[in-house]
């Protein structure tokens, strides 16, 4: 059994302490660095303590001072952005799940890319990249006589909105459509906005509490609706799948990856 090292930045929030907790139980990954953005109150101590597992003898550290094979990284996108130079540099493939890259930053990591490979998606849930797909093959069966709405909810602490999860919706139903994702989009509806257009994609984020992610595209005609909804019950739901994407990414040639090529296709 081969064994893939990996390496965790963002080791101390939400999606890292789990992606630990997971990640030291697999009998083919092992956890060789822990990193953290300067400043935070968790650098120096030990990763599995602060996941709440127990000591692994990994610390927590702002520099990255070890070989690995996969970088993971759920963070900002600033502090993506300066771990993927180092991942360069180490020739360390990546798996991505920071939301919130501008065009720019997304472009930074197509540029990465030809150096190692590197696996970039808003959502690792293996249940909402396949999602990704049935709502652009119902909203090209349907066609334009279904308005479509997209409504994401998450927790108070998500700093990005709409989600990217969101987003990526969007573009699917869009590409089946002929639509535009970016033109065609509405994000929110306040005062007199006249009449719907038939191809409009509206999108619409709801913030609070706990919830860790929900995703409903609703198709609407006149006399019936259609939803298909995803609902995230765990934050393990994602980190299983950067988990599952680690293994795929493991050894393959640079190039920008999604889920999708995990799933196979």
């Known amino acids: 059994m081969t064994m893939i090292r990996l390496a965790i930045n963002g080791a101390a929030g939400r999606m890292g302490q789990r992606l630990v907790v997971l990640g030291s139980g697999e009998p083919d990954l092992r956890i060789v660095a822990a990193l953290e953005a300067a400043g935070n109150p968790a650098v120096g101590r030990d990763a599995g303590e602060v996941a709440g597992i127990g000591a692994l003898g990994v610390k927590i550290e702002t520099e990255w001072h070890v070989p690995a094979d996969v970088m993971i990284d759920f963070s900002t996108p600033a502090g993506t952005l300066s771990r993927l130079a180092d991942a360069v540099e180490r020739r360390c493939a990546a798996v991505i799940g920071t939301t919130g890259l501008t065009a720019e930053q997304r472009g930074r990591l197509a540029d990465a890319s030809r150096a190692i490979p590197i696996l970039h998606a808003p959502n690792m849930s293996v249940a909402v990249n396949l999602m990704f797909k049935i709502v652009g093959e119902v909203a090209a069966a349907l066609g334009v006589d279904y308005d479509v709405e997209i409504v994401e909810v998450h927790h108070r602490y998500k700093r990005d909105a709409p989600s990217g999860t969101a987003l990526r919706l969007a ?93 196979g296709g």
């Open 171 to 263: 573009e699917s139903i869009a590409g089946a459509t002929g639509r535009d994702a970016v033109r065609d989009a509405v994000f929110g509806r306040h005062g007199d906005v006249g009449e719907r257009g038939p191809r409009e994609i509206g999108i619409h984020a709801v913030r609070g509490g706990d919830v860790v992610g929900e995703h409903t595209v609703s198709f609407m005609a006149l006399g019936e609706r259609l939803e298909i909804t995803h609902r995230a019950h765990t934050r393990d739901t994602f980190a299983r799948g950067a988990l599952r994407a680690a293994r795929f990414i493991a050894g393959k040639p640079p190039g920008l990856y999604t889920m999708q090529d995990v799933l």
